[in-house]
């Protein structure tokens, strides 16, 4: 599959020839939703924390006397029934991640890669080289090749000048390589991705 190289000014510098097996699947979206459900349940915190009936600050004096008062049958004030009392079966902190094996997240990558490409969104990068850190330049170039919602990914390390001028431009996020992600891709409307990132990529998911 080969496509065209962009340059930062919007010219072409040749052309590079795609992996199929990476860039030219038929997208499944049942694969895509099983990575980026892994992905979002593993950032998840899971620090949500209720106080039981063994945690709140009431006495645990009997309120009043088994028998004779008319009233139902009650022990402490510390019990659900009652205002500010323990919370029943609430949730505590714990994990929500969940398992996937490596082989699985790779072809989830290949997917989301494809679908890109089978769109017409991805976008082949000469390099995202910068001679000077300026946002409004980089902002500029965007503007002028048309990205509005870009990811960016780079090889194994991204230009300190490129990030710092992207790093206050909205809508655009840049990453190395090691970092490219089904969620972080499918976000964005347009992929772009270096000649250097295609080679890693080729290289990580053979």
């Known amino acids: 599959m080969k496509t065209d190289v962009l340059t930062l000014d919007g010219g072409k510098a040749g052309s590079v020839d795609l992996d199929d097996e990476i860039f030219g699947l038929e997208p499944r979206a049942d694969i895509l939703h099983r990575v980026v459900r892994w992905q979002r349940n593993n950032a998840q915190q899971g620090t949500h924390k209720v106080k039981t009936r063994s945690e709140t600050s009431y006495s645990t004096k009997k309120i009043y006397r088994q028998k004779g008062t008319g009233g139902a049958r009650h022990g402490d004030r510390n019990a659900p029934i009652f205002r500010k009392g ?8 714990r994990s929500h991640g969940h398992e996937l094996t490596k082989k699985f997240r790779k072809l989830g990558l290949r997917h989301a890669l494809s679908a890109k490409a089978r769109e017409g969104n991805l976008i082949v990068l000469e390099s995202a080289d910068l001679a000077e850190a300026k946002t409004k330049a980089l902002s500029a170039r965007m503007r002028d090749l048309g990205w509005k919602r870009a ?50 990529l080729e290289a990580r998911l053979k």
């Open 151 to 200: 990811l960016v990914i780079d090889g194994a390390q991204v230009n300190d000048n490129f990030a710092r001028a992207a790093r206050n431009i909205e809508g655009l996020d840049v990453l190395p390589s090691m970092g490219a992600n089904v969620y972080d891709i499918l976000k964005r409307d347009t992929l772009v991705i270096t000649k250097a990132g295609i080679e890693a």
């Open 86 to 93: 323990g919370v029943y079966k609430g949730p505590t902190p």
